[in-house]
């Protein structure tokens, strides 16, 4: 269960600041595909990274599975993210001069897990991803779907609770992207992570069980396809 | 992340940089093979300054003055007439009487007493040979000097002498083996102009030794009663008469060399013993050592600063990388800590090229370098591995701070600035 109370960020000192998020609440379920959808500069970046503990909101707070993210420590924050959380970005961000493998391996490196373990993690992630004879190659000489499945192999190879995933198919041709979110969602659903999908595509934000429409740092929009509940801000708040 | 992670994960990173990792490595290397060669340089001079001293100096013995004059450190100003002053060098110099020499004799554990005579002949020669200069030495077992042929007589009799092979083909002999047993003519002529030859038979002949001194190079050795015959001679009727400028004790070994120093200082004369010309040796060698030391220390305060500098580009070309790493959960100390070792990588590196480049230069020129100054078979750079090993480790030390600060940078990367750039 992931809580979001009133989430307010305000950037900038006092005479110039800029309000990112003007006080944001909802309720995720374990196990569900959200999509928060809005334009450039609506705030739905600032939301993503503060659920994922990058940012600190300017008042309210993050609560996951009852640890509220918004007041941890830097340590658990990080151990947050190395245990907890999956990130796939819009441009992939994985290490072109290393191996599928090596790129893999990072969360594994950072959360101190065994070698053998590793391994094992690893090989059956890159599996997952329909990875499984690009092991040794160098990240580099993959095409642009091949390198974003790595970021997701990545991404769930310390099987998180939460996927945050920031445009994710922004970079990539339909065809792809497309085979990239069926990956996307039947991963999570496997592994009964929550997914967060960042988009602007309306298309694929519709496939998600739940619909957060952010405009100009507030949510406009909250649909819930289980309860059929198509609410304004202020219903959620009731 | 474990230690080990870290490990592999910077030494993967320069190996991706290779050419700025080798270049900045280089820099490195400059100051490691100074200070490798200057440690090799005096590491081996110490140890020629200790053959020189072993093959020179009697480690028992101690050469005894009448006072610090001898050695240089004592008065040169003009100073009160008394009859042991002796001219000798430019500088005056009070000699040891025949008294002198009876009082160290009584003195405890000493064994034996031997009179340097600083001698030269008129001319050396045998019959049918020209006329030749030569300096007359008092011959030393202790010294054993390197033989061409005959062998090295723990006494040498009166009578008998041995020659520098330096006289071999001017006095006509084959060789050293056809001097055995032949007669060597020597004279020695007086202040007035008065002289008188003396007759002795050649029982060896010296070679040059690497080790030895300029001055007992080439010359006769006389035994001691000889040598003292030859010197009553040349200066009967003079103030020098029966007088030695130096005098070496030997100890009956039951007592150390510095003990048996200080007992001569007591009965008032000046005393040195092998020790202490060793030491001095050393220091004019720590002095020169010292100077280089610094010139290497300068070009490492430049490779210092080469070192964060690329650290700090490498930092700025992987802010993307380092966001990541951040945002998938990698401590602010586990990013400062792979920049670090990335430095700590490029220390070990340019120090372990720059020792491997100091000991290839020491292989090719320790030849030609022993050739020109007479060191025969032995070396001036002697490598030492503990040296090295301490020199690498002193380098990844410099190259471990210099990362310091690039690392601080990278771990205090906002990791949504850092992913922003693209």
Known sequence: MIEVKNVRKVYGKKGSTFEALKGVSFKIPDGATVAIIGKSGSGKSTLMHIMGGLDHPSEGEVVVDGKVVSQMKRKQIDHFRAHDLGFVFQSFFVEANQTCYQNVALPLEIGEVGLSKRKQLIRSALERVELSDKVRSKARNLSGGQKQRLAIARAIVNSPKLILADEPTGNLDSDTGEKIIKLLFGLSEAQGSTLVIVTHDADLAARCDIQLVVKDGQLVTIKDKKTGNAATQKGVRA | MKIIDVLWRSGRNLKQAKVRTLLTASAIAVGGFTLTITLAAATGARQYADRLVQANADPNAVVVAKDESLFGTGNTKPQ???????????????????????????????????????????????????????????????????????????????????????????????????????????????????????????????????????????????????????????????????????????????????????????????????????????????????????????????????????????????????????????????????????????????????????????????????????????????????????????????????????????????????????
């Open chain 2, 80 to 422: 009160e007439y008394s009859d042991d002053l002796a001219n000798l060098y430019g500088s005056p110099m009070k000699q040891l009487s025949d008294s002198d020499i009876a009082n160290l004799k009584r003195l405890d554990h000493v064994q034996n007493v031997r009179q340097e005579y600083n001698i030269s002949a008129q001319y050396v020669t045998r019959d049918g040979a020209k006329k030749y200069t030569g300096s007359l030495l008092t011959y030393n077992a202790s010294q054993k000097p390197e033989m061409k042929a005959g062998t090295a007589p723990d006494n040498l009799a009166a009578g008998s002498v041995l020659i520098a092979d330096d006289y071999l083909p001017l006095l006509n002999f084959k060789d050293g083996n056809d001097a055995i047993d032949k007669t060597l003519l020597v004279q020695a002529q007086k202040m007035s102009g008065e002289t008188a030859t003396f007759t002795y038979k050649i029982v060896g002949v010296t070679t040059k030794s690497s080790l030895a001194l300029d001055f007992n190079a080439s010359g006769v050795y006389l035994s001691e009663n000889d040598a003292r015959t030859v010197h009553g001679f040349i200066n009967g009727g003079t103030v020098l008469a029966g007088k030695v400028s130096s005098a070496t004790v030997i100890g009956d070994g039951q007592i150390k060399p510095d003990d048996l120093k200080q007992e001569i200082i007591k009965a008032g004369y000046a005393a040195r013993t092998a020790d202490d010309i060793q030491q001095i040796l050393n220091q004019v060698i720590s002095v020169l050592q010292g100077i280089i030391v610094v010139f290497g220390l300068i070009t490492l305060i430049a490779s210092f600063f080469g070192v964060v500098n690329t650290q700090y580009i490498s930092v700025l070309e992987r802010t993307r990388e380092i966001g990541l790493m951040k945002a998938l959960g990698t401590s602010r100390r586990t990013i400062s800590r792979l920049f670090m070792i990335e430095a700590t990588w490029i220390g070990f590196l340019g120090a372990l090229l720059g020792a491997l480049l100091a000991m290839g230069a020491g292989m090719a020129l320790n030849p030609v370098i022993s050739d020109k100054l007479n060191f025969g078979s032995e070396h001036l750079l002697v490598f030492q591995p503990t040296q090295i090993a301490g020199l690498i480790a002193f380098l990844m030390l410099i190259t471990t701070i210099a990362g310091l600060l690039p690392a601080r940078k990278a771990a205090k990367l906002d990791p949504i600035e850092a992913l922003r750039t693209e």
